[in-house]
């Protein structure tokens, strides 16, 4: 069986991960990387931290125009589809990187597993929500994190080849978790990631920049590539004492982050599930979320204007995760016994 992963971005990494680790022998898998992200050095860290074989394509999409981006990433994974025929396509999550996967094998017929389908936020001026609709609706495998995804699909007539999984960050969450230890100095930080492009345009990030400078707290803000330019292009009159930046971090110095927090700010998915399952007091700059699951009026706030900035983490570390909801951490068993059948 020849498979074809299409991977775009860290998060996709993570889950790729545990599917390689537990691939069974008589599966062939190719990796293309499509070149969305900003800094190449950012996945081929995860490549290596992960022990994963380098990608056997790398395409180079141009990087100032999205639009253009995304099309040429249509175009060289159709190359790859003309020279080569697989049996199935694996597309991970919501980027343009998946869309364009999704459209590519679709027009070459090659059957399309979606890993981590049926997440809604319901906000349809995010990107995200409509590149997950669209490639659900492609899919012939329909791979859902939570059962409120699959019930999301039976509601949309998309039932026939959608089946619970469980969430595969939570499997490498489980692997990892065991090498992270609480540091013996606290410094009481917040730890903050801002990526989205709502977030990034240039007067909400000002607003945002504005808000974290107030935190009693330091802020220690992960810098991406994307946050990285709109800081540049923002014009901020000042740069925020309380707010430290850093770089982009392995997965597990992210979780020694994580864990040694007082609480997150986030707009990250991933980092929103990890805090929820670490039982982090944690703020969503956003107004809605397609992880509905770890949503808590007492520890876990979706709060847009960030009004909760010096009084979320005062709860403490109380949460009890419901790790059920997002699977066993066996969900990398489960797809490959799903298409092996």
């Not at 990494?13 to 390689?20: R, T, V």
């Not at 107004?287 to 706030?301: L, Q």
Request: hydrophobic content about 35%.
């Amino acid at each position: 069986m020849k498979v074809l992963h299409c991977i775009g971005n860290r998060p996709q990494y993570m889950k790729l991960a545990p599917l390689i680790w537990s691939s069974p022998m008589n599966v062939d898998n190719n990796i293309v990387n499509t070149g969305q992200h900003y800094d190449p050095e950012m996945s081929t860290d995860f490549i290596n931290e992960f022990k994963l074989p380098n990608p056997d394509w790398t395409l180079t999409p141009p990087k100032e125009d999205l639009g253009l981006q995304f099309l040429i990433m249509i175009q060289q994974i159709d190359e790859i589809l003309m020279d080569q025929r697989f049996d199935f396509a694996f597309v991970y999550g919501d980027t343009n990187s998946t869309l364009a996967a999704a459209i590519s094998a679709k027009n070459h017929n090659v059957p399309i597993v979606h890993i981590e389908s049926g997440l809604r936020s319901r906000d349809f001026n995010m990107p995200e929500e409509r590149n997950r609709i669209i490639v659900d609706s492609y899919s012939k495998l329909k791979l859902t994190p939570t059962f409120s995804a699959l019930e999301n699909l039976k509601k949309e007539n998309l039932q026939d080849g959608s089946f619970f999984v469980g969430d595969l960050m939570l499997d490498l969450f489980k692997k990892s978790i065991n090498e992270v230890e609480y540091s013996q100095v606290t410094d009481n930080y917040l730890l903050c990631t801002i990526h989205r492009k709502s977030n990034l345009e240039e007067k909400r990030l000002q607003k945002i920049m504005e808000i974290l400078s107030t935190s009693q707290k330091k802020v220690n803000l992960v810098v991406h590539p994307a946050l990285k330019v709109a800081l540049i292009n923002s014009k901020l009159n000042s740069f925020p004492t309380n707010v430290e930046k850093i770089q982009p971090q392995s997965y597990l110095n992210t979780l020694r982050l994580l864990k040694n927090a007082d609480g997150v700010i986030t707009d990250s998915g991933g980092l929103q599930k990890e805090a929820y399952w670490m039982g982090k007091p944690t703020l969503i700059p956003r107004s809605s979320t397609e992880w509905s699951e770890t949503i808590d009026e007492k520890f876990i706030h979706l709060d847009h204007k960030l009004e909760k900035i010096n009084t979320f983490t005062q709860a403490g570390n109380e949460i009890k995760p419901d790790f059920l909801a997002f699977g066993d951490g066996l969900s990398a068993q489960k797809i490959w016994g799903i298409i092996q059948n």
